[in-house]
Nanobody
């Protein structure tokens, strides 16, 4: 059984920073892909950033230059460093992982950017 668990959300003022973590655990042979998605109230879930096993990254245009995704392969963990946060970044952030042919979602972590 594979589990994907996010952590690190919270309330932050505009211009502030947060670091999200997502750890995959269980019976894992290989993690092919890990990505962060977000869903704001009344909106569809959207890709924020992703990283594949070779290290290539992909970012939504709205977060380029502000967010950085990184990965610790030994720990099957992916991080999302979020800087210069804006109120429009407020959403539930979900981690998605492609592991050994299966796809897994975490339960989500709330990020609220407000003064």
């Amino acid at each position: 059984q594979v589990q994907v668990v996010e952590s690190g959300g919270g309330l932050v003022q505009p211009g502030g920073s947060l670091r999200l973590s997502c750890a995959a655990s269980g019976s894992i042979f290989r993690v092919h892909y890990m990505g962060w998605y977000r869903q704001a109230v009344g909106k569809q879930r959207e890709l924020v950033a992703a990283i594949i096993s070779g290290g290539r990254t992909n970012y939504a245009d709205s977060v380029k230059g502000r967010f950085t995704i990184s990965r610790d392969n030994a720990k099957n963990t992916v991080y999302l460093q979020m800087n210069s946060l804006k109120p429009e970044d407020t959403a539930v952030y979900y981690c998605n992982a492609a592991i050994d042919g299966g796809g897994y979602w975490g339960q989500g972590t709330q990020v609220t950017v407000s003064s």
